[in-house]
C-alpha cells in the first residue's frame, strides 16, 4: 500500500487549508486511515481517525470543531480539513493506516501557520 499526501503550505493564523491523502495498493474501503502530525523536536502525534465502514470518526482534543476528516471511497483519498488553523498547528502532517499490525505511512506535507 502506498499514501501520499498534499495540500500542504504557508497560511496566516485563522486560516484553512486542506490536505489529502491518496491510497494506492490495496481495497481503501477496507482500511482505517489516520492524521498524524509531528512539529520540530515533538513526537508524532495523533490528530484524527476514520473508519473502514461506519466512517466514525475521532479527533485530537485541541482540534476538535476545527478539524473535519472525511474520506472517498470512489476516489480512495482521505482529507483532513483545517479551520482556524494557530500556530501550534504548524507540523508536518502524515496519512497513516494499520495492514497486518504494521503501520504504513506517507512522506508528509509541511503545515506551516505564521503571519
Known amino acids: 500500500v502506498q499514501l501520499v499526501e498534499s495540500g500542504g503550505g504557508l497560511v496566516q493564523p485563522g486560516g484553512s487549508l486542506t490536505l489529502s491523502c491518496a491510497v494506492s495498493?490495496?481495497?481503501?474501503?477496507?482500511?482505517?486511515l489516520r492524521w498524524y502530525r509531528q512539529a520540530p523536536g515533538k513526537e508524532r502525534e495523533f490528530v484524527a481517525f476514520?473508519?473502514?465502514?461506519?466512517?466514525?470518526?475521532d479527533y485530537k482534543e485541541s482540534v476538535k470543531g476545527r478539524f473535519t476528516i472525511s474520506r472517498d471511497n470512489a476516489k480512495n483519498t482521505v482529507s483532513l480539513q483545517m479551520n482556524s488553523l494557530k500556530p501550534e498547528d504548524t507540523a508536518v502532517y502524515y496519512c497513516?493506516?494499520?495492514?497486518?499490525?504494521?503501520?504504513?505511512w506517507g512522506q508528509g506535507t509541511q503545515v506551516t501557520v505564521s503571519s
Open positions: 476514520i473508519s473502514n465502514l461506519s466512517g466514525s470518526k
Open positions: 497513516s493506516t494499520r495492514l497486518s499490525g504494521i503501520d504504513v
Open positions: 495498493g490495496f481495497t481503501f474501503s477496507s482500511l482505517d
